[in-house]
């Protein structure tokens, strides 16, 4: 299992930018495929993007974030990033960092735990 701390969260204008980290400890993090989930007040979580393992050729990006979110992955250093540009209030959420899998065609999080996550706040 990969356990993950997250940071890079700050309060920021609608048109900013912020990059997200994502340090995961465990010798099987180069195996994992991760993904970065937000999760707004009164909303359910969603994942908003994910890499695949090793050498992260994979991407996936929810539609509300393609294009002014990029998801990468530095093994060496056991870190994800998630860099996002253009942000808008309604990106405003906890984001989470997880391990995900695939199943049935669908990503989900594995059953580890989750981080503490950390505040995006976009002001308008």
């Known amino acids: 299992q990969v356990q993950v701390v997250e940071s890079g969260g700050d309060l920021v204008q609608a048109g900013g930018s912020l990059r997200l980290s994502c340090v995961a400890s465990?010798?099987?993090?180069?195996?994992?495929?991760m993904g970065w989930y937000r999760q707004a007040p009164g909303k359910q979580r969603e994942l908003v993007a994910a890499?695949?393992?090793?050498?992260?050729?994979?991407?996936y990006y929810a539609d509300s974030v393609k294009g002014r979110f990029t998801i990468s992955r530095e093994n060496a250093k056991k870190t994800v990033y998630l860099q996002m540009i253009a942000l808008q209030p309604e990106d405003t959420a906890v984001y989470y960092c997880?391990?995900?899998?695939?199943?049935?065609?669908?990503?989900?999080?594995?059953?580890?735990?989750w981080g503490q996550g950390t505040q995006v706040t976009v002001s308008s």
């Open positions: 465990g010798n099987t993090f180069m195996h994992a495929y």
């Open positions: 997880h391990e995900v899998v695939r199943a049935s065609g669908t990503l989900i999080p594995t059953r580890s735990s």
């Open positions: 890499i695949s393992s090793t050498t992260g050729e994979s991407r």
